[in-house]
């Protein structure tokens, strides 16, 4: 029996819906086995823009500090696409993750059975898939400085800069190995070593780290080659450790051996203070609003809350096979179409999954 | 009736199997048109570190300054990974991009209908995919300054720098809406604008370009949604154009829709001098030597090289029907093994596209 804070940032289009569907399935959970959750809610991204004149206010920032955990659901939408970079959704999002050290997103990309047939890919390539991409949020190309315009000569340039400390290699690539170490025990660090310095001291950085845990195997992999194994033969990962941006475009792609980018849930890990859980997709306003989001994806993130936040390993454990059993039972919102059963809304979706967590035995 | 001077560089690995199928292949090409093609030959990457102690020695930098166009084989191999990075094969390719001013790169992803089913996508998603990707070659994180590793107050860390001039990417980019113009009129401009400076630079001179070419679309796209969208729905695509490290990553993500990347040519044009042609995988030094690999990609070159850089249309058809013709005759190399057919080396395989060239009608 615990009590946990819970901050909530809804953010902007199917964020609203998604997270409104994971926080009534945590209050299942609290029901079925007598835990307190208390939601309070703040403004992120577009909403914020709206609300309080910047995409990361203060208020929002002090609700996350003092909460246990922070569940968000996604930032971004064609209001605010013309707005100058620094009131621009996304903004708000690099600067949750900067403010609150979030440095280690796990993002795991698993394919449910019955939703094989759903992925662009072959079935026999994608089931029994189960891997976790550990993307390094806090730093390089996101980040470095200088990041901007120059007039050099009557020349116009931009400039960008991806710049690694030691130390924010050392911590990611330490949570990859922990994480395998209770996985497959295989860790494949994906890099741009042979062009890239910052790749080049990476790998160092990888090397060192993998002496301390002698029962994980390390394998170092071009980005390229990455991109292209991941289709290939996605059976071969267990834990992927990559830097931030190649992350990013990684996880994206990876999504689709799941079947939908609405399947997927994160966890963005703190150093210090609270930990963040979001789904892996974005903001969709072409169908927000309209009952028609995959709520899954930001209930797992919930589910990812419990274990990794709360330590509540069971509870989790309730939540995924909730889901499991929906998509048993044929259930699929619209994203989930192509693999047959039952086309259903965001709320008949929340609902069945609420119901079998409140019948957990 | 022409004459044409190609220098032939090899490289390591399987670069030497391949370019020598293509150079037979060309041969057959001469005697079909009668044009008198000369092949002179310099080394290039781990074999030029062997041979004069540097990935690109001036002497195979001046043999290609006096060619008509380069042909090259691919650079790398575990023999050199331990060398410090500018005695690294890859630099010579580095190099040679930067000496020539290579600024345009262009990988066309074709699915040919008898490999369909060689793809890790199922079949009807992949059928009729034709699209090219324009990859900028010579700006960008590739070649930015500063680069390298710099120790502060104790730290050590290592930077990478992203830069691109105005005029640089307006080249690129005008590259893109040409070949659009005579194609399928789409050209989707990869970047990640929502958090890179350089790809808001990128997106604005994208808009300015588009201006000239009124009767070719214009669509922006993400980075991540785009290795979404490559593997969701690959047909959407006519000409993607984006910058260095993401058409690196992309490409490669890309060839698994043809099959195999034993399958995807490049053409790298220059700004000024002669063009070099090159096949997209790597030297693969596992199966080098063993006649095995597929010179598909190679021969594939060779017929842009024809086309593009010597205007011979009918030529580079007359390679690419005979490569046609091989397929359908249920040629395989090992890659292609998953598709059926007969699985042939790589002598074989050139061969029988010799063979069709010489018989072309
Ligand atoms: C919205 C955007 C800034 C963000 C990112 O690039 O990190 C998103 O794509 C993600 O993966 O969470
Ligand atoms: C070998 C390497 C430097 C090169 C690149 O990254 O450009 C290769 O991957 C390619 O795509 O031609």
């Known amino acids: 029996m615990g009590n946990y804070r819970i901050a909530v940032l809804p953010g902007d289009g199917i ?3 998604v997270t409104a569907g994971a926080v009534e399935v945590l ?3 609290g029901v079925r086995f007598g835990h307190e959750f208390t939601f309070e809610y703040g403004w992120i991204g577009g909403a914020a823009i ?3 004149g910047t995409p990361l206010p203060e208020e929002t920032l002090r609700l996350c500090r003092e909460s246990d955990a922070v569940l968000l659901g996604a930032v971004g939408g064609p209001k605010w696409d013309g707005n100058p970079p620094h009131l621009r959704p996304e903004k708000g999002l690099l600067a949750i993750r900067k403010q609150l050290d ?3 997103n796990l993002r795991p990309v698993v394919c449910y059975d019955c939703l ?3 992925s662009p890919l072959k079935p026999n390539l994608v089931q029994g898939v189960d891997f976790v991409i550990v993307r390094e949020l806090t730093g390089g190309i996101y980040f470095g400085q200088p990041s901007g315009r120059v007039v050099e000569n009557g020349e116009e340039k931009a400039v960008d800069t991806l710049l690694y400390k030691k130390e924010e290699i050392e911590r990611i690539v330490r949570m990859a190995f922990t994480l395998a170490r209770d996985r497959k025990k295989k860790v494949t660090s994906v890099d741009k070593a042979n062009v890239l310095s910052s790749s080049r001291l990476w790998r160092e950085v990888a090397e060192e780290v993998a002496k301390q845990f002698p029962d ?3 394998e170092h992999m071009l980005v390229d080659n990455a991109a292209m194994q991941i289709i290939r033969a996605p059976k071969q990962f267990d834990v992927i450790v990559t830097e931030n941006m190649f992350g990013d475009i990684l996880s994206d792609e990876a999504s689709m051996l799941s079947g939908s980018l609405g399947m997927l849930p994160s966890a963005s890990l703190s150093a210090s203070g609270p930990s963040l859980y979001e789904p892996v997709h974005g903001s969709a ?3 927000a609003g309209m009952n028609k989001a995959n709520p899954i994806a930001a209930i797992l993130s919930a589910a990812m809350m419990l274990r990794l936040s709360f330590g509540l390993a069971t509870e989790a454990e309730a939540i995924e096979q909730a889901v499991h059993q929906a998509l048993a039972a044929g259930l699929r ?3 989930l179409a192509p693999s047959g059963g039952r086309v259903v809304a965001t709320d008949e979706m929340v609902e069945e999954i609420k119901t079998a967590v409140l019948d957990y035995t």
């Open 27 to 29: 209050k299942a959970v």
């Open 116 to 118: 094989a047939s759903a």
């Open 15 to 17: 964020g609203q819906e």
């Open 216 to 218: 994980v195997e390390l």
């Open 102 to 104: 979030l440095y280690a």
């Open 50 to 52: 709206d609300e309080a």
């Open 285 to 287: 306003p072409d169908i």
């Open 333 to 335: 919102t619209a994203d």
